[in-house]
């Protein structure tokens, strides 16, 4: 199998050089249709879409180069149904899926942006929350998960501050334990090793 690429971590999604791409809507097979946002190796989806084949898995990434390398990967292993696109999460998710068209949509680990000037770099926001609430169908579920408690309580927050969008699975501002979606991501991979505490939130949208 062709070698992982490797590109920077951390990258502005706020930089002018992705607020000036924009991508189109993609054309997806009929069938459930999984999203992670941020792939970036998508094992998370490497993991899940042998395990489901009649369901279209795609990662959405802003690093082009990672995007290629998932496309290969994923035609090297056989898997038709995945796919990455490159796509700025914050701006693209209108213009690449129709409404209501998602089963479910996964966030892990996505860049925590620690100092407080970056903070509004975070991925999780109440416009971002608003988009999903368009794309996912009713009944369908977000999952998002990080090491970093600051991350997963603000995630948790914005999504709690709208309960008439989406309901969280197990009980409000209650974390859910376990991963019940047979895949993890590298990142899980590595904090599972070292014995780090992981914070999951689960929500179906209303």
């Known amino acids: 199998m062709t070698k992982r690429v490797r590109v920077r971590h951390h990258v502005n999604p706020m930089s002018r050089v992705f607020e000036e791409r924009r991508a ?26 042998p395990l489901f084949p009649k369901t279209t898995f795609v990662g959405v990434e802003i690093r082009e180069p990672l995007v290629a390398d998932v496309n290969l990967r994923a035609a090297e292993a056989g898997l038709t149904n995945l796919i990455a696109c490159s796509g700025h ?15 479910r949509v996964f966030v ?4 925590p942006w620690f ?54 699975t197990v009980e409000p501002w209650t974390f ?12 899980e991979v590595r904090c599972e090793e070292k014995g780090l505490r992981i914070w999951r939130i689960q929500y ?3």
């Open 115 to 168: 100092k407080r000037r970056h903070h509004k770099r975070r991925l999780m926001n109440p416009e971002l929350v608003e988009s999903l609430h368009r794309k996912i169908r009713r009944g369908g579920e977000l999952f998002f998960q990080s090491d970093v408690w600051d991350l997963g309580i603000d995630a948790m927050a914005v999504l709690e501050k709208r309960r008439d969008l989406f309901s969280n």
């Open 24 to 49: 189109s809507l993609l054309e997806l097979p009929p069938g459930p249709v999984e999203v992670e946002l941020g792939c970036a190796d998508a094992l998370f989806l490497f993991d899940r879409a």
């Open 204 to 206: 179906h949208r209303l």
């Open 176 to 187: 859910l334990r376990p991963n019940p979606y047979q895949a993890r991501s590298l990142r």
């Open 89 to 103: 999460i914050n701006l693209d998710l209108d213009g690449l899926f129709a409404d209501e068209r998602l089963d």
């Open 108 to 111: 892990n680990f996505p860049d």
